[in-house]
């Protein structure tokens, strides 16, 4: 039983940090090519390139 619930705990908080880690990971890089995509977008305006 132990063995059992060790393994369930260590799946369990792999899992959730693995997932937490690849969350972010991808938040991030999808805001960040928003956020460069967006502010190009604006400076072309800007600058009356359409």
């Known amino acids: ?3 059992l619930d060790d393994g ?6 792999d899992g959730l ?5 690849d ?4 938040g991030l ?5 928003d ?5 190009l977008e604006v400076n072309d305006e800007n600058n009356g390139i359409s």
């Open 1 to 3: 039983d132990d063995g």
């Open 23 to 26: 969350g972010l990971d991808d």
């Open 8 to 13: 369930l705990d260590d799946g369990l908080d």
């Open 17 to 21: 940090d693995d997932g937490l880690d």
């Open 29 to 33: 890089d999808d805001g960040l090519d």
């Open 35 to 39: 956020g460069l995509d967006d502010g």
